[in-house]
C-alpha cells in the first residue's frame, strides 16, 4: 500500500507518529517527507492489518491535519525490514 498524505502534514510530527502507530500492527514499511510538501507511506503486510493501519493514522492526533489522501495498491515487493522513517 503506498499513501499520499497532503495537508498539514510536514513539521508537525507526522512521520514520527506514524511509526509509533507503526508498532501496533503487523506490517513493515517507510514513511517520508515529499519536496512538494506531502508525506509518502510505503506498507507491506496483510489487506486487513494495512487498512486498520491506514484508519489508526486519521483516527490518530494527525488525522485532522490531513487534507487529502491518495491510495495505490501494489503486490509487496519486499526487501523492507521494520518500519522506518525516511530521510
Known amino acids: ?3 499520499f498524505y ?3 502534514v510536514q ?3 507526522f512521520r514520527y507518529q506514524t511509526r ?10 517507510t514513511v517520508r517527507n515529499l519536496p512538494d510538501g506531502r508525506v509518502e507511506l510505503v506498507a507491506e503486510g496483510s ?4 487498512k486498520a493501519f491506514r484508519q489508526a493514522v486519521r483516527e490518530c492526533g494527525i ?3 490531513i487534507d487529502d489522501e491518495e ?3 501494489t503486490d509487496a515487493r519486499g526487501g523492507i525490514r521494520g518500519f522506518e522513517i525516511v530521510r
Open 1 to 3: 500500500m503506498q499513501v
Open 6 to 8: 497532503s495537508g498539514r
Open 11 to 13: 513539521g508537525v510530527g
Open 20 to 29: 509509533q502507530l507503526a508498532a501496533g500492527y503487523e506490517l513493515v514499511g
Open 47 to 50: 489487506v486487513s492489518e494495512l
Open 63 to 65: 488525522g485532522p491535519l
Open 71 to 73: 491510495e495505490h495498491w
